[in-house]
């Protein structure tokens, strides 16, 4: 039996308004989260990560396809509804200290989902707070302090258990190590995962960093102007990948080893990226790719599976594998 799916997105397009006329920024993305899976994503800036997330988040409406989560389409929800998926899908945002309230201390933003769900009062509500603080690395102490107080991995780990505080099934967390130092990501990273094997927790993992992602995704799907091009297993994208965009975007990672880091070929992108208001014909890539022939600026690739549950969006991919 197939593994029931938390979260679909099908055929999402969300579309803003500028003045030079529609920018798609999210242009016919499909993707699926299952149930205690970690699901990392991937692209340079500007390709709609993050618009991606806030549309599942219901911060922005997007101008057609589905967003399902438990098989129902979250923009049919009535009150009720939207409180319980509001309830069960948090997100952890980019910047530690513009998401904290400067006016609360830590113990008040922890407690705001708690008392808006009702689900702890009192003297357990306190326990709970003093809880989830530990449960991030925090401590008791901690509560009765203010954002500013903080360096910006603790305040990471508020945003955490802030997120924790209404026991959620998926989190969204857009680049929530960007803007640490490497050695506080890492702490973050490893702190995220155990979080997920304590409590079955499903993430969407917004990131711009492909050695980083692979830490702690089960499945990496790579995006490029709006559009997905490469979903697979994450050990397999970096052993055996096909899309030119992710080739190039592994080859930029750093080796760690001097002479292998000299001798390596690397995939350089020539060209500038299109613009999301006047989208190429075919593929978006195109334009930018080595391996492009007259079909790809023609015709947009469909996503195929190549091998087992690894799906590709391009035209050429068996060729260049």
């Not at 357990?124 to 203010?146: C, D, F, M, P, T």
């Not at 490893?190 to 995704?217: C, E």
């Not at 697979?232 to 930029?252: C, D, G, R, V, W």
Request: charged residues 25%.
């Amino acid at each position: 039996m197939e593994e029931k799916k938390l979260l679909r997105v099908e055929e999402l397009n969300t579309w803003f308004k500028v003045e030079a006329g529609l920018l798609k920024a999210v242009s016919g993305v499909s993707l699926d989260i299952h149930r205690g899976e970690s699901v990392g994503l991937v692209g340079e800036s500007g390709c709609g990560k993050s618009t991606l997330g806030k549309s599942i988040m219901r911060i922005y409406k997007p101008q057609s396809g589905k967003i399902l989560y438990d098989d129902k389409d979250i923009w049919t929800y009535n009150k009720k509804e939207l409180m319980e998926y509001r309830k069960n899908v948090q997100m952890i945002f980019q910047d530690p200290y513009a998401s904290l309230d400067p006016r609360y201390v830590v113990a008040d933003t922890v407690a705001e989902g708690i008392e808006t769900h009702k689900l702890y009062s009192g003297k357990e509500k306190q326990e709970r707070i003093y809880e989830l603080l530990s449960l991030v690395g925090l401590n008791k102490e901690h509560a009765n302090r203010y954002p500013h107080e903080f360096s910006g991995g603790q305040r990471q780990r508020i945003g955490i258990a802030r997120a924790l505080s209404v026991e959620p099934n998926l989190i969204v967390c857009d680049e929530p190590i960007s803007a640490l130092d490497v050695s506080i990501q890492a702490q973050v990273v490893n702190l995220l995962r155990d979080l997920q094997d304590k409590m079955d927790l499903a993430y969407l993992f917004i990131t711009h960093d492909l050695s980083m992602v692979r830490q702690i995704s089960e499945r990496i799907a790579v995006m490029y102007l709006g559009s997905m091009v490469e979903i697979a297993p994450s050990q397999e994208i970096y052993t055996q990948n096909y899309h030119p965009y992710t080739k190039a975007l592994l080859s930029a990672i750093p080796v760690a080893d001097p002479r292998v880091e000299q001798t390596r070929k690397r995939m350089p992108i020539s060209g500038d990226v299109p613009s999301p208001v006047n989208l190429p014909q075919g593929c978006s890539f195109c334009q930018r790719c080595p391996f492009a022939t007259e079909i790809c600026s023609q015709v947009k690739p469909e996503m195929k599976e190549l091998s087992k549950n690894h799906f590709v969006a391009c035209h050429r991919a068996e060729d260049i594998s």
